[in-house]
């Protein structure tokens, strides 16, 4: 078994002030009221004046941290309890960050789009209200700017301050067990099982544990008291059910039992569907998009910007972080730069938006809205090439082609089979795109209709664009790097071997992020063989057409 270090452990050194928690919430608390981290020392004196554990030589500290609204509205309210007027109108008199101002400085971090303020906003607003949430809102800001280590300081915090809340408990499992952190995992575990603390999370996190760890049996065997109507009918244990899913059936792939592990991703994809989306929808915009008459347009002088398209799970994230590792290049995964050009386009029809001089001008400022969403999301402004990567927007081959008449475009071919399959068993969040992978049927009819409108436009010949296969990127990294960077116009740099680490530090936008994380190391995935009962369906059929077109096998 690996050992963790003795800096590992240093991360969850925090989860040592549980221990106090047996002697009662009281004693609990106010062992925390000096600690070492302000968020800990103002929820703990929340806690306390909250639970009306309050004595006399308390009252020169509540005074002083009266400058945390959160405390002075109850030190406030406590004083005037005990008729202390002269301490309730210092208390009162006390300035304090107002919750008004904190809100606007995390909209302006957010229209900055720096993460890290808003994680910093999210936590003054913990400050001033002593609501839990903002420390869950800023544990998420901070996996967005940073990955997970970030996020793990605020869960730790929550869980402090909230030492018996079976959410803040799974949500710390899950940062680790997502991260794939095993010693930090079992190290939290141990904590739990000697603490007697949230019993219930143990058999989820062993079985975690076990899985980073490869032991598939063992993985199965902490899983199988925890059937559906078992985990459903415990209040907290329900809403850790999509994940126990969803390990339970990755595990059943790994050990060989197909059918199995394919029954439990159908009943995992009913279950997550969200009746808020009407997948249809997406095939309705694309269509709306499609039919949109742009006139010829002056020539676009972004000769810097390329697009990474091809389908979800094709291998564009191993790509996209193997790029974005090269100085010269900066990649963008999934942002909404694509969505300010259409939504200025029909915005202007509606009346929502000043109208342009012509339908020229419309068109020529819907590319430059496309260009400013990009350009505001900027970090390396040395970076001389600019990558956005949005897979779905093939779909729109017919809208992008004429509105971008010379852009250039990476491609990314993986077997039809695979990238259907693993659409389907991933837990995507839900929008009008992902609804339309709740079942095979529909992963299916998606990816048909998607490379019909791609090459209703483009060939495999065509020069705009570099198709790049997921195998050939795996198997021979080095010389498919090489014929990428050529295509963007960048000379070969070393920096582009080190990309898994670099990964490492980055949030995990997608699923894929997990396995880039592992490097090369992985090799090529391929599942489709064990699940031929799946393609060997009359449903199944328009995949064929496009195996046969990249020449893939079907059997």
């Known amino acids: 078994m690996t050992v963790a270090t003795e800096h590992e452990f240093d991360i969850l050194r925090p989860l040592t002030r549980l221990s106090a928690i047996t002697a009662g919430a009281p004693a609990y608390y106010r062992g925390l009221i000096e600690d070492a981290d302000e968020y ?29 609204a959160s405390i002075r509205a109850l030190a406030v309210e406590h004083f005037e309890k005990i008729f202390e007027h002269g301490l309730a109108r210092r208390a009162a008199e006390t300035v304090a960050p107002q919750s008004d101002d904190i809100r606007r400085s995390g909209m302006l971090a957010r229209l900055d789009l720096d993460q890290e303020a808003v994680a910093r906003t999210e936590g003054q607003m913990y400050l001033a209200t002593g609501n839990a949430k903002y420390l869950i809102a800023a544990a998420e800001a901070s996996e967005a700017a940073e990955g997970w280590r970030k996020a793990l300081p605020w869960l730790l915090r929550h869980l402090t301050l909230s030492p018996l809340d079976s959410a803040a ?46 032991d598939n049996e063992a993985c199965l065997k902490e899983l199988a008291p925890l059937t559906d109507r078992a985990v459903a009918a415990t209040a907290n244990l329900a809403p850790l059910l999509q994940w126990l899913k969803s390990l339970r ?39 709306a998009r499609s039919a949109v008459r742009i006139p010829p347009l002056p020539e676009d002088p972004r000769k810097d910007v390329f697009q990474m398209l091809g389908f979800p799970r094709s291998g564009t994230t191993l790509l996209e972080n193997a790029l974005n590792a090269h100085p010269g290049i900066e990649t963008f995964e999934e942002i909404p730069s694509h969505e300010a050009a259409v939504s200025y386009i029909f915005r202007v029809p509606r009346r929502q938006t000043p109208p342009p001089a012509s339908p020229v001008e419309l068109f020529v400022e819907a590319r430059q809205r496309y260009y400013q969403e990009l350009d505001r999301r900027r970090r390396n402004h040395l970076a001389r090439v600019l990558v956005d990567k949005l897979p779905m927007q093939s779909a729109d081959a017919r809208f992008i082609a004429r509105l ?26 839900p929008n009008l795109t992902m609804e339309n992978f709740r079942t095979i049927a529909d992963s299916v009819r998606l990816y048909d209709f998607t490379m019909s409108e791609w090459f209703g436009v483009f060939t495999l010949d065509s ?12 198997t021979e990294f080095e010389p498919t790097i090489r014929r990428t960077l050529g295509f963007l116009g960048l000379p070969w740099d070393d920096a582009v071997l080190e990309f898994a680490a670099r990964a490492e530090q980055r949030s995990a936008k997608t699923p894929s992020y997990q396995k880039v994380r592992q490097g090369l190391s992985i090799g090529v995935q391929t599942y489709w063989r064990n699940y031929g009962f799946v393609f060997q369906t009359p449903e199944a059929e328009p995949l064929h057409k496009w195996a046969r077109f990249f020449g893939y096998p079907t059997s």
């Open 463 to 474: 020069p705009q664009v570099l198709y790049v296969r997921y195998e050939d990127l795996v």
């Open 249 to 287: 059936a990755e595990t059943l792939d790994r050990l060989g039992q197909y059918q199995d592990s394919h029954n439990e991703y159908v009943v995992l994809n009913s279950l997550n569907r969200d009746s808020k989306f009407n997948p249809a929808e997406f095939y309705a915009h694309v269509e």
């Open 40 to 68: 800990v020392r103002v929820g703990a004196r929340i806690q306390l004046l909250s639970m009306d554990s309050v004595v006399i030589d308390d009252w020169p500290a509540i005074v002083s941290q009266c400058c945390y």
């Open 404 to 429: 971008f008449p010379e852009r250039r475009y990476i491609f990314s071919i993986r077997h039809p089979f695979d990238v259907v399959l693993s659409c389907f068993r991933q837990q995507f969040a």
């Open 169 to 214: 408990a799974g949500m710390l499992l899950l940062n680790l067990a997502h991260a794939r952190e095993g010693n930090l995992l079992e190290d939290y575990l141990l904590t739990l099982e000697r603490l007697d603390l949230h019993a219930h999370l143990l058999p989820f996190g062993r079985a975690y544990l076990a899985s980073i760890r490869k």
